[in-house]
């Protein structure tokens, strides 16, 4: 693939920093050097065009210019993070051809002797270069989305902000492929961390002057609640992003109360269609307009649909989910006002039917949270015999909170601030976290 736009920014911007670790600082022109390194390295193991290859590492200036000679090379690009724990199913279901493990200091490239015969693949092949990208769900095979990566790379072209980001958002996910290219294509800086942890990430972002943390509510809540913003001097952000779930208005209120000089935007994206444009009816709202570069939005029974261009070509494990006419349906359930802007309430297999009335999880959450003592909480439903469902609250304490007293004031709490049939009607406390290492909540 012809990626001059990619290159040519690394070469013009070749002076400026590029790349900003815990060891050193890499400029545009290492990045360049290092891209020429890896050309050779790939020719040295005969990864030919056109080649899946699956690429384990966290983001790393070697991964960031792996990316860029594999994706010159027409190759079918399959990032793991290493969090990922069943990597051999991931290279399986992608008939992946060559494996790049970049964890250690050196490269550790071994081809697998898999022969690929999946029609898309065959058909991408010599085409386009490829991305692979696998669903973070909890439960289930996860499915993989397959794009033209010709597509996704097409709104890069286009000039953009420059500012200084961390990629707090993992290697695999599509959240953090949009971090690593906008920030590369348009001269900006990328803050790689080793840890996502709240206290690193805020160090992180206190000592090189992050100007824009792309995160997740829960970190978000995570930070508020360890009042992070107390410790470090968080000042230099200029833009918060959030998505990959829902955000609690209550989080997001306590938020643009500590950071009332910093924008507040939630970004909507899928491993699907990729990341869209949206936006934000303010800092401290939810209301949000999606769509503009090639993306059309539908709402349809209270369900939001989208079609792109930039939409992947299919699952390589799971039937098409796309209409004829090319829609997809994403299963958001969401509100609509007659001024075009949208509120998404949640998934709508996580919605609960108690006695014929919706239970949406994430307000019960968003008053859960305001409760003093609630470090977090994952709203979910058990069967029920009389009213088909209940709601059932599961709520992160501290030791001291963990016991009968904190029960009754969590039930007096909601049934001040709850409707009777949105309050739990069973209530677990726990002292673990309840969110994944992507640091998204448990559903």
């Not at 709104?155 to 980001?165: A, C, Q």
């Not at 299919?314 to 004829?324: R, T």
Request: aromatic residues 8%; neutral net charge; proline residues 4%.
């Amino acid at each position: 693939m012809n990626i001059s736009f990619l290159l040519n920014s690394l070469l013009e911007n070749k002076d400026s920093d590029a790349i900003m670790t815990e060891k050193r600082v890499y400029s545009y022109s290492d990045i360049y050097n290092e891209f020429v390194s890896v050309k050779k390295i790939l020719e040295q193991n005969k990864i030919k065009t056109s080649s899946i290859v699956s690429i384990i590492s966290d983001f790393s200036e070697k991964a960031i210019a792996m990316l860029i000679a594999l994706i010159e090379k027409d190759c079918i690009l399959v990032p793991i993070s290493p969090v990922v724990k069943e990597k051999n199913k991931y290279i399986s279901i992608s008939q992946t051809e060559f494996v790049i493990d970049l964890c250690d200091e050196s490269p550790n490239i071994r081809k697998t002797g898999i022969i690929p015969d999946h029609k898309m693949l065959l058909n991408l092949k010599g085409e386009a270069p490829g991305l692979i990208l696998f669903s973070s769900g909890t439960t289930g095979e996860p499915k993989a989305a397959l794009h033209n990566l010709s597509f996704l790379l097409e709104k890069f072209k286009k000039p953009g902000k420059i500012l200084r980001t961390i990629t707090f958002l993992l290697f695999d996910h599509i959240g953090g492929f949009n971090t690593l290219f906008h920030t590369l294509s348009n001269g900006g800086q990328l803050v790689l961390i080793n840890s996502r942890d709240v206290d690193v990430v805020c160090k992180t972002i206190e000592h090189y002057k992050v100007e824009l943390l792309p995160t997740s509510p829960t970190f978000l809540n995570l930070l508020l609640l360890n009042k992070m913003y107390e410790k470090h001097d968080l000042s230099s952000l200029k833009i918060i992003t959030y998505g990959t779930e829902p955000m609690p208005q209550s989080t997001l209120d306590y938020l643009h109360r500590i950071f009332p000089n910093t924008v507040l935007k939630q970004t909507y994206g899928l491993s699907e269609v990729g990341i869209v444009s949206t936006k934000s009816e303010n800092s401290d709202s939810l209301w949000i307009k999606i769509g503009g570069d090639g993306v059309e939005t539908k709402v349809v029974d209270d369900i939001l649909y989208i079609k792109t261009k930039s939409a992947m070509l299919g699952y390589l494990n799971a039937p098409n989910p796309f209409d004829n006419d090319g829609w997809f349906n994403t299963k958001d359930k969401v509100e609509l006002r007659e001024d075009g802007y949208i509120k998404i309430l949640g998934r709508i297999t996580d919605i609960i039917n108690v006695g014929g009335e919706k239970v949406y999880p994430i307000e019960v959450e968003g008053v859960l949270l305001k409760c003093n003592g609630v470090k977090d909480v994952h709203v979910f439903s058990e069967k029920n015999p009389l009213t088909g469902n209940i709601v059932v609250a599961e709520i992160s304490v501290s030791a001291e909170n963990n016991n009968k007293d904190f029960l009754k004031i969590l039930r007096n709490f909601c049934v001040e601030n709850l409707e009777r049939f949105k309050i739990p009607a069973r209530f677990i406390l726990v002292e673990h976290d309840l969110y994944s290492e992507r640091f998204k909540r448990k559903r």
